[in-house]
């Protein structure tokens, strides 16, 4: 079998399509996975209404991969064939996840645990790479803060006492960088959200919600009045305008704001540093602390300290992904949107 389904966005800013798409070989490193299940990111439907990031076209986009090895390239030792695995897609084509069968970076591919689902693990990769390099990785000054990887030997528990920030702790990155924060040690863990989300965002490690509809000035006069020490790292997830400069004003002088858009910050002093994520642990800057963390993430995720997203599966296959995309686009809350390309017509 050399051929397969793939959604193609035909054109930049053009139409999504279901179509056929060659089987890729993995390469020096690489594993060839069969995707069983592939999570939507809200990039995906930014690339096709913004027209960004990608240059050639027809393109695969996705992000999200879990699956089984069906094929394992030259100098592959950690995995085999038949294993259960999740990765972070490269969009563009082989890499990309939107499509039956792609291809993972063997050093940044973990064995999925018995106790999550394919669903489950699809929720993962990206948003766990936003969050993990956003904070963990000393290499990449301007798009991390630079501390020391919470699932490193020494790691856990090395930033206790400090509080931190995460503005929209609901959405798929702010989960992750909330369990990361608590394996840290930080704390309080405060973060914004819709209020009925409180007890799940607790369950994950956050110890304050605040409602996301404060004003500026009320979300800043709670937050000075739980955190005891200054905030030094405050992350915002949903990077509006109006979030990012509210996230500005909170973090100490000598902190960071992590944010994962582009940069609207107003009136900049000296004394606070901003940095930009770039979520993916494939990307050269990002390798090294990717590979580490996908060494460790099986036993995270088996011993339940870093918990998936919910899941709402999509029906369809791979036309699935094309209606979910817009109902990304209007928005979700506390879900990971997910399809099994298995399942195309
Ligand atoms: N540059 C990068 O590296 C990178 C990587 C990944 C994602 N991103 C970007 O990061 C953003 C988040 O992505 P995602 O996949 O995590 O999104 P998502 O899961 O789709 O986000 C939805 C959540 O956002 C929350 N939210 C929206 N507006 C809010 C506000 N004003 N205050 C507090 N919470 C708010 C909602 O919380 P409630 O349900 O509680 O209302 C909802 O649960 C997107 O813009 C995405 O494009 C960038």
């Known amino acids: 079998m050399s051929q397969q389904k793939a959604v193609w966005l035909k054109a930049k800013q053009g139409s999504f399509e279901v179509g056929p798409a060659p089987i890729p070989k993995p390469g020096e490193g690489e594993v060839l996975i069969k995707v069983h299940s ?22 695969i986009l996705g992000g999200d991969a879990a699956g089984i090895v069906e094929e394992v390239g030259p100098g592959v030792v950690n995995l085999k064939k038949g294993d259960r695995v999740l990765t972070n897609g490269v969009k563009g084509n082989e890499h990309a996840t939107f499509q039956q069968y792609t291809l993972g970076y063997a050093d940044v591919t973990a064995k999925i645990p018995e106790n999550l689902s394919f669903d489950q693990a699809a929720t993962i990769p990206l ?11 000393a290499d990449a000054p301007s798009s991390s803060v630079g501390l020391f990887p919470a699932w490193e030997d020494g790691g856990r528990g090395k930033y206790a006492g400090e509080p931190i920030v995460v503005i ?14 608590k394996l840290a040690g930080f704390g309080p863990i405060i973060t914004t959200a819709s209020l009925r989300n409180t007890e799940s ?14 004003s500026k000035d009320a979300l800043i006069a709670e937050v000075a009045k739980i955190a005891s020490a200054p905030v030094k790292v405050v992350w915002d997830t949903v990077s509006e305008a109006e979030t990012q400069n509210v996230g500005y004003a909170i973090v100490a002088s ?6 994962v858009l582009n940069d609207a910050v107003q009136n900049k002093t000296a004394d606070k540093r901003i940095v930009q994520t770039l979520g993916n642990t494939n990307i050269p800057q990002n390798r090294k602390v990717g590979a580490s963390l996908y060494s460790k993430l099986p036993a995270l995720l088996e011993g339940g300290t870093i918990k998936p997203n ?23 809350s506390y879900v990971k949107l997910v399809a099994h390309p298995q399942d195309t017509a």
Do not use: C
């Open 168 to 181: 929209g702790g609901a959405s798929s990155v702010g989960q992750y960088v909330i369990q990361l924060a």
């Open 38 to 59: 592939t999570a939507l990111n809200p990039v995906d439907w930014k690339i096709q209404a913004w027209g960004f990031l990608i240059d050639n076209y027809p393109a």
């Open 254 to 259: 000598g902190g960071t704001l992590v944010i």
């Open 310 to 332: 919910p899941v709402e599966v999509l029906p369809n296959g791979l036309e699935g992904i094309i209606a979910g995309l817009n109902k990304l686009k209007q928005g979700v």
């Open 201 to 214: 965002l607790k369950g994950l490690g956050a110890t304050h919600v605040l409602d996301r509809n404060l």
């Open 127 to 137: 948003g766990m790479a936003t969050a993990a390099t956003g904070f963990f990785n």
